[in-house]
């Protein structure tokens, strides 16, 4: 997709309708019951609401983005979801509220092992928005033949695929390439002031603001996305994989320090330093991080067509 003023209007457009759905009609439905709450699937006391407003108000906003990209739905209609979660993350509360909620080693640990669970559901909600607009809706609006002619004209290209024989390989160093890139940027930046506690010899940091969280997770993805694609033109949707994987590695890594670290006498607003990443929720890590893939991949196919 050749990026030309007329497409970035239509994606200013799908952008500005699903923030206006997710924020308004979604909010509504998923807004935590505490002020400053965190927007959560398993731990927000809204479980089925929150399945449900985003599976029900996913389809309703990648359908209209599809529309609303008409000839290049197929694309954009790819963004439609990611906005409105972007919406969610910037929106809801810090991981403050669990953190002190789960404030023993046990409690804490446990929560985090949740969180790698509810980055599935995420991912999943993220991924059916790919789909309906990459199969369903696009294919509905664009042309069957199209299509499928357009999808193979984004593979193959970047700068290693042409050393590589295996299609197999170059997915999984894609993969591979943006998952490093994301989980060193995502650990630096997101990373807060560090205190020591020299009574409990650790090292803890607090939880990072929401605008230090937007702009770690949408550079980390954006940058990690843009240096994989331009050495292996895979698909969008291998890419769409890596925040969940960068955000399960965080929760896992959390919650086995928490095992070997006491939390006696640390505030519960601190998470061991190392780990700071893992209090960004997974509905940031799949909102921003998703919506900065996407536009890390357009910029990167826009590198291709001007190199071409």
């Known amino acids: 997709m050749h990026i030309t003023a007329m497409v970035k209007l239509k994606i200013a457009l799908v952008l500005a309708v699903s923030g206006v759905v997710f924020g308004t009609v979604g909010w509504a439905l998923v807004r935590p019951e505490e002020p400053g709450g965190a927007v959560s699937v398993l731990m927000g006391g ?3 609401g929150v399945l449900l407003s985003m599976f029900a108000l996913g389809v309703v906003v990648c359908l209209a983005g599809s529309v609303i ?3 290049n739905g197929r694309h954009i209609g790819q963004i439609a979801i990611p906005a409105g979660l972007t919406v969610w993350a910037m929106r809801t509360g810090s991981m403050d509220s669990l ?6 080693a046990a409690a804490r640990a446990a929560m985090f092992h949740g969180l790698m669970f509810e980055v599935l559901i995420w991912l999943a909600v993220v991924l059916l928005g790919y789909w309906l607009a990459d199969r369903v809706f696009g294919l509905m609006l664009q042309g069957g033949e199209v299509a499928a002619a357009k ?8 700068w290693l695929d042409g050393f590589l024989k ?3 390989l170059s997915r999984t160093l894609a993969v591979g390439v943006s998952l490093v890139i994301g989980f060193v940027l995502m650990k630096l930046m997101a990373r807060a002031g560090v ?3 020299k009574a409990i010899e650790v090292a803890v940091g607090n939880v990072p603001a929401t605008k230090q969280i937007v702009f770690a997770v949408g550079a980390a993805f954006f940058l990690g996305t843009l ?3 331009q050495l292996f033109r895979v698909e969008l949707w291998y890419y769409l994989l890596v925040p969940a994987i960068v955000a399960a590695i965080g929760y896992a890594w959390a919650g086995h320090l928490v095992n070997l670290s006491p939390l006696e006498g640390i505030s519960p607003h601190f998470v061991h330093a190392s780990v700071v990443f893992a209090t960004v929720l997974p509905v940031q890590f799949l909102g921003i991080g998703s919506l900065a893939t996407i536009a890390g991949f357009w910029y990167s196919m826009q590198l291709h067509h001007q190199q071409g």
Request: proline content about 0%; cysteine-free.
């Open 69 to 71: 990209g008409t000839v």
């Open 227 to 229: 240096a994989a694609h």
């Open 166 to 168: 295996s299609q197999w």
């Open 99 to 104: 953190l002190m909620t789960h404030s023993s």
């Open 195 to 197: 205190t020591r506690f």
């Open 151 to 158: 999808k193979g004209k984004e593979s193959g290209g970047g």
């Open 46 to 48: 809204r479980t089925a």
